[in-house]
């Protein structure tokens, strides 16, 4: 089993900053795509920011520029630096991640439970 755990969500003022951290744990050979989309309440879930597969970024235009996506391979986290925060990208935030759970097993897309950032105008 995969588990994706999202932390760093919260109630922040417009302008501030918040930073997502995802950790990824369990039967883990190897990862490939990770990233964060975003759903807000009535709306359909959107890419904030990812990794591709080969390891470029992408951003959607409504956070380039304030949102920075980064990660550390070796502890199998990827992370949401977001500043500038509007009350806009009030959201729940879900970390996603491709995971090849053995050598010869199949490369597997996983969600966390996601977190709430709240921006306050």
């Known amino acids: 089993q995969v588990q994706l755990v999202e932390s760093g969500g919260g109630l922040v003022q417009a302008g501030g900053s918040l930073r997502l951290s995802c950790a990824a744990s369990?039967?883990?050979?190897?990862?490939?795509?990770m990233g964060w989309y975003r759903q807000a309440p009535g709306k359909q879930r959107e890419l904030v920011a990812a990794?591709?597969?080969?390891?470029?970024?992408n951003y959607a235009d409504s956070v380039k520029g304030r949102f920075t996506i980064s990660r550390d391979n070796a502890k199998n986290t990827v992370y949401l630096q977001m500043n500038s925060l509007k009350p806009e990208d009030t959201a729940v935030y879900y970390c996603?991640?491709?995971?090849?759970?053995?050598?010869?097993?199949?490369?597997?897309?996983?969600w966390g439970q996601g977190t709430q950032v709240t921006v306050s105008s």
């Open positions: 996603t991640a491709k995971v090849k759970p053995r050598l010869l097993g199949q490369w597997n897309d996983y």
């Open positions: 369990g039967s883990i050979f190897g990862i490939n795509a």
């Open positions: 990794f591709t597969s080969g390891g470029s970024t």
